[in-house]
């Protein structure tokens, strides 16, 4: 988390393939509660286009916790970000809503939830 600008949650509402491989895919999120940082409701996040080089893949439709940095002036994200899909709704976190296998600790460490307006 510390190394991240911003810090949401959220659901994968679009995405806009990189037009090379050595470009980044775009993601649309629309964010429900922040963690850290002050997104918008909408919010844009690149990706590398290739897992080899730490890319993620979103679903859309689907609810993430989303860890992002910032690079030239863009929200940058990757594999090992820490980006994990988390139970569908728009409250913030509970353990229950974290995946098989994600320590229920990591609720505490984001702190407070922040509702995104």
């Not at 993620?56 to 910032?70: E, Q």
Request: contains cysteine; positive net charge.
């Amino acid at each position: 988390m510390s190394n991240s600008a911003l810090v949401f949650t959220g659901v994968a509402t679009g995405f806009r393939a990189a037009k090379s491989p050595l470009r980044q895919h775009t993601y649309t999120f629309r964010a429900d509660h922040s963690y850290k940082g002050k997104p918008k409701v909408t919010v844009k996040v690149v990706t590398n286009t290739e897992s080899a080089a730490c890319g993620v893949k979103f679903t859309r439709g689907a609810r993430y916790l989303v860890f992002a940095g910032k690079s030239e002036g863009r929200l940058v994200t990757g594999l090992c970000s820490g980006n994990t899909a988390v139970a569908k709704g728009t409250r913030p976190l509970k353990a229950a809503d974290l995946p098989a296998g994600v320590d229920p600790a990591t609720i505490k460490q984001l702190g407070r939830a922040k509702p995104v307006r």
